[in-house]
């Protein structure tokens, strides 16, 4: 896989330690896209970023290429880059609605609605550290604060 001249590969160079409370279940990230996409290497760079940030820096973000209307249909996939967090969109994970008419799963780029209103071919930063917190967040802390 690559992106431009650039090979992309799903995981990045080195081991990275685990830097969250082990009771935590671990996050899964997928970032879903497709040849065509110019803003696939954008999208992968911002969710390593926060997940670092974040102190996930042992999460890996699985690359998973969408070749096919078909495997279009398969995954749900609404454009490039999709990125998925324990299987759920992230626009879903924080349920907003994605920007634009890309309902429909298709081989196409993406757009997202910035919190400031502007359409981007990649979420709000701030969008993607919301998505990450509330997916990490543990178990028993949603279960207290629902009592």
């Known amino acids: 896989m690559s992106v431009g001249s650039r090979p992309l590969v799903s995981r990045d160079q080195g081991p990275r330690p685990q830097r969250y409370p082990e009771d935590v279940p671990p996050i899964e990230v997928e970032l879903l896209w497709w040849e ?14 926060t997940l670092d ?8 973000i699985r690359m998973l290429e969408i070749e096919t209307d078909e495997q ?5 996939f609404t454009g490039s880059p999709t990125i998925l967090i324990d299987s759920v969109d992230l626009m879903q994970v924080l349920g907003a609605e994605p ?3 890309e309902l429909e799963s298709a081989l196409t780029c993406r757009l ?8 981007s071919p990649t979420p709000d930063p ?5 998505a990450l917190t509330l997916a990490a967040k543990d178990p028993k802390d949603a279960e207290r604060s629902d009592a």
Do not use: K, Q, W
Not at 53 to 60: A, I, N, S
Not at 126 to 130: F, L, S
């Open 36 to 49: 065509g996409c110019p803003s696939t290497e954008p999208a992968r760079t911002l969710v390593r970023r």
């Open 53 to 60: 940030e974040l102190g996930y820096g042992d999460v890996e």
């Open 72 to 76: 279009a249909r398969e995954y749900g």
């Open 99 to 101: 920007a634009g008419p």
């Open 112 to 119: 997202y609605r910035r919190r400031d209103g502007r359409i």
């Open 126 to 130: 701030a969008d993607v550290r919301e």
